[in-house]
């Protein structure tokens, strides 16, 4: 059991002693968010006396004098309305680095309820090429599956390509009657690309080039064989560049299991739903209107105009007949449930979608009340990111930035940084060097933020060998495996009695021990970003600690004390970097 594990315990005993009735699973301990105070906190018992209209300084001191922790505590005091603030003794902490350092799970445990997550991510459209925006769902989605999957939980990742659509027809046009050969050859995704918008241009200026459009796709839908290959080739050769890409970034998927893969159950959705009375036709379309079950707040069925709240349906099914978007995530859903099962389903995509996945949420638990507390389904939402002037970040002229030219650019300028820095080093190693950090420092400025918040894309800030970023973090990793390096010791040869004393080495073991804690919040709320802002502390506790405790030129216990605390900040500096999809080298 983890030290914060074992208070809570005896914290949970101390309660049912005073209290024998009360609930005790919601009873925590929690680290203290000011040091000053203590090291873990309780603020249960504030909660607890409430509900009981007892007086909760009161409660807090009966629970007190049942608490017996001074095997791990220099003293608990009773602060504020009714905290109990603990203090680790030196021994504790010293104590609780033995098993992580002797190669057991790193200040972290397994979920004691193991749970099966579909996380659905990425999820780019066949036929564009992949753009600054899809670092985002794929950065954030990559970072929460590896987190579920360390933390014991069966996760499930699947890629839902957009690989069915109303774009097809267009494309068909464009394959079947502008086709430059060559350029497919050449840049195959830039050749469809610009084949959508040449008829998409023409589409516009003329009703017929429409007309044919749609009859395109009618066929493709019909089965069409010309067409089906067409559209096969247009996957295949979207599936390389993205491939490529997740090649790139280190992202893997079990599934990809496109919007296609659904069309032949999309009739069945609509009709269900119509037969459950779910879903009514409206002026030859099929939606699903508002139930009346929610405060019209929180209801995503309606909207307010003019001050009145009115009608805002989700569409299933279009006057000519087709199935969309929402239907294709109807159909995936019911999928998921009936094959893998989950505890939780959970889409990273764009806060845009906001409305989409509530009324999707909202359609399924009509479609599926018993399920509701079996399946959590969860919208990860995530904001824009925005160019230097605030705006969305654009190129020059305009365009939409691409994600293969962002990563290409944040590794060239990594090699000139790491050229100035370390001129010394082969060619071929600085083109790594730089691959590793390039990549690591455009994930980490996207994960490091607040999800919903936009950011700014910056070169400067995020290559930036200071400050919150990736780069920062992979030096302070690369310098600690120095100091192994320069003092001949291996990790085999570390101490297993060991010493703190300093302030400093006191304070960066307390740090290590929230690692798990952390990684538990991350998973609960969908924050890589606590992740990030729990590193860049380790790595300002290490710094302060190596300021003020010479590691190499002390001597004996205190020395290998030292290397102790050296030895677990760069395994837990690794370790949760590549929680967020980031390398680390041995040397920069
Ligand atoms: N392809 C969609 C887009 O680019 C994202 C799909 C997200 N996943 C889902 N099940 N709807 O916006």
Same mark, same amino acid.
């Given at each position: 059991?983890?030290?914060?594990?074992?208070?809570?315990?005896?914290?949970?005993?101390?309660?049912?002693?005073?209290?024998?009735?009360?609930?005790?699973?919601?009873?925590?301990?929690?680290?203290?968010?000011?040091?000053?105070? @203590?090291?873990?906190?309780?603020?249960?018992?504030?909660?607890?006396?409430?509900?009981?209209?007892?007086?909760?300084?009161?409660?807090?001191?009966?629970?007190?004098?049942?608490?017996?922790?001074?095997?791990?505590?220099?003293?608990?005091?009773?602060?504020?309305?009714?905290?109990?603030?603990?203090?680790?003794?030196?021994?504790?902490?010293?104590?609780?680095?033995?098993?992580?350092?002797?190669? @057991?799970?790193?200040?972290?445990?397994?979920?004691?309820?193991?749970?099966?997550?579909? !996380? #659905?991510?990425?999820?780019?459209?066949?036929?564009?090429?992949?753009?600054? %925006?899809?670092?985002?769902?794929?950065?954030? /989605?990559?970072?929460?599956?590896?987190?579920?999957?360390?933390?014991?939980?069966?996760?499930?990742?699947?890629?839902?390509?957009?690989?069915? /659509?109303?774009?097809?027809?267009?494309?068909?046009?464009?394959?079947?009657?502008?086709?430059?050969?060559?350029?497919?050859?050449? #840049?195959? =995704?830039?050749?469809?690309?610009?084949?959508?918008?040449?008829?998409?241009?023409?589409?516009?200026?003329?009703?017929? !080039?429409?007309?044919?459009?749609?009859?395109?796709?009618?066929?493709?839908?019909? /089965? #069409?064989?010309?067409?089906?290959?067409?559209?096969?080739?247009?996957?295949?050769?979207?599936?390389?560049?993205?491939?490529?890409?997740?090649?790139?970034?280190?992202?893997?998927?079990?599934?990809?299991?496109?919007?296609?893969?659904?069309?032949?159950?999309?009739?069945?959705?609509?009709?269900?739903?119509?037969?459950?009375?779910?879903?009514? *036709?409206?002026?030859?379309?099929?939606?699903?209107?508002?139930?009346?079950?929610? +405060?019209?707040?929180?209801?995503?069925?309606? =909207?307010?105009?003019? &001050?009145?709240?009115?009608?805002?349906?989700?569409?299933?099914?279009?006057? #000519?007949?087709?199935?969309?978007?929402?239907?294709?995530?109807?159909?995936?859903?019911?999928?998921?449930?009936?094959?893998?099962?989950?505890?939780?389903?959970?889409?990273?995509?764009? %806060?845009?979608?906001?409305?989409?996945?509530?009324?999707?949420?909202?359609?399924?638990?009509?479609?599926?009340?018993?399920?509701?507390?079996?399946?959590?389904?969860?919208?990860?939402?995530?904001?824009?990111?925005? &160019?230097?002037?605030?705006?969305?970040?654009?190129?020059?002229?305009?365009?939409? $930035?691409?994600? &293969?030219?962002?990563?290409?650019?944040?590794?060239?300028?990594?090699?000139? !940084?790491?050229?100035?820095?370390?001129?010394?080093?082969?060619?071929?190693?600085?083109?790594?060097?730089?691959?590793?950090?390039?990549?690591?420092? !455009?994930?980490?400025?996207?994960?490091?933020?607040?999800?919903?918040?936009?950011?700014?894309?910056?070169?400067?800030?995020?290559?930036?060998?200071? /400050?919150?970023?990736?780069?920062?973090?992979?030096?302070?990793?690369?310098? =600690?495996?120095?100091?192994?390096?320069?003092?001949?010791?291996?990790?085999?040869?570390?101490?297993?009695?060991?010493?703190?004393?300093?302030?400093?080495?006191?304070?960066?073991?307390?740090?290590?021990?929230?690692?798990?804690?952390?990684?538990?919040?991350?998973?609960?709320?969908?924050?890589?970003?606590?992740?990030?802002?729990?590193?860049?502390?380790?790595?300002?506790?290490?710094?302060?600690?190596?300021?003020?405790? +010479?590691?190499?030129?002390?001597? @004996? $216990?205190?020395?290998?004390?030292?290397?102790?605390?050296? *030895?677990?900040?760069?395994?837990?500096?690794?370790?949760?970097?590549?929680?967020?999809? =980031?390398?680390?080298?041995?040397?920069?």
């Amino acid at each position: 059991m983890r030290l914060h594990q074992e208070l809570e315990a005896r914290l949970r005993s101390a309660v049912a002693a005073v209290l024998p009735d009360a609930p005790l699973a919601g009873v925590a301990v929690r680290p203290c968010p000011d040091t000053r105070f @203590g090291d873990y906190q309780t603020n249960s018992l504030m909660a607890l006396a409430k509900e009981r209209k007892m007086n909760p300084r009161q409660l807090a001191t009966d629970v007190l004098a049942k608490l017996e922790v001074a095997e791990w505590c220099e003293g608990v005091e009773i602060a504020g309305a009714g905290f109990l603030n603990f203090r680790l003794k030196p021994s504790a902490i010293c104590h609780a680095l033995l098993d992580p350092l002797r190669g @057991g799970p790193l200040f972290f445990s397994l979920a004691a309820v193991p749970r099966t997550v579909v !996380v #659905d991510f990425s999820s780019p459209n066949v036929a564009k090429p992949m753009h600054i %925006g899809h670092i985002r769902s794929t950065a954030l /989605g990559d970072a929460l599956s590896r987190v579920f999957r360390l933390l014991g939980h069966r996760v499930i990742t699947d890629n839902h390509i957009g690989d069915w /659509g109303t774009q097809f027809g267009l494309l068909l046009i464009g394959w079947k009657s502008h086709l430059d050969s060559a350029a497919l050859e050449r #840049d195959p =995704i830039g050749e469809m690309e610009r084949l959508y918008k040449k008829v998409n241009a023409d589409s516009e200026a003329d009703p017929q !080039v429409r007309e044919n459009a749609r009859q395109e796709l009618v066929k493709l839908q019909a /089965g #069409d064989p010309e067409n089906l290959a067409i559209w096969r080739r247009m996957i295949e050769l979207s599936q390389v560049q993205f491939d490529t890409i997740y090649h790139r970034l280190g992202v893997t998927f079990d599934h990809t299991l496109g919007e296609s893969f659904y069309n032949p159950r999309l009739k069945a959705v609509v009709q269900e739903l119509t037969e459950k009375g779910i879903a009514q *036709e409206s002026r030859g379309a099929i939606c699903v209107f508002s139930d009346g079950a929610l +405060p019209p707040k929180e209801d995503p069925f309606l =909207i307010q105009k003019d &001050g009145e709240w009115q009608p805002n349906p989700a569409l299933i099914q279009k006057g #000519d007949g087709a199935a969309n978007y929402a239907t294709t995530d109807l159909a995936t859903l019911a999928y998921r449930w009936e094959v893998w099962k989950p505890d939780e389903v959970i889409y990273v995509t764009d %806060g845009r979608q906001q409305l989409h996945f509530r009324q999707l949420f909202a359609i399924w638990r009509r479609w599926h009340p018993g399920l509701a507390d079996r399946m959590r389904v969860a919208h990860v939402w995530f904001g824009s990111i925005l &160019g230097e002037d605030g705006k969305p970040f654009k190129t020059r002229s305009g365009e939409t $930035v691409k994600l &293969g030219e962002v990563l290409t650019e944040a590794e060239s300028r990594a090699f000139e !940084v790491v050229t100035q820095k370390s001129p010394e080093i082969s060619e071929a190693e600085r083109r790594e060097v730089a691959r590793v950090v390039g990549t690591g420092a !455009v994930k980490y400025a996207d994960l490091s933020p607040n999800r919903q918040s936009d950011y700014v894309f910056s070169w400067e800030k995020m290559l930036s060998l200071q /400050g919150n970023t990736a780069p920062y973090l992979q030096y302070a990793f690369a310098r =600690i495996r120095s100091i192994f390096r320069k003092s001949g010791v291996g990790i085999h040869s570390l101490p297993a009695t060991f010493t703190l004393t300093h302030a400093d080495e006191l304070s960066l073991a307390k740090h290590l021990l929230t690692f798990g804690i952390t990684l538990e919040a991350v998973a609960a709320e969908y924050r890589p970003n606590y992740l990030c802002s729990y590193l860049y502390e380790l790595a300002g506790h290490f710094a302060r600690f190596y300021e003020s405790c +010479p590691v190499l030129k002390s001597e @004996g $216990v205190e020395r290998e004390s030292r290397l102790v605390l050296c *030895e677990l900040t760069s395994r837990v500096l690794k370790q949760g970097l590549s929680l967020l999809g =980031i390398e680390v080298l041995e040397q920069m």
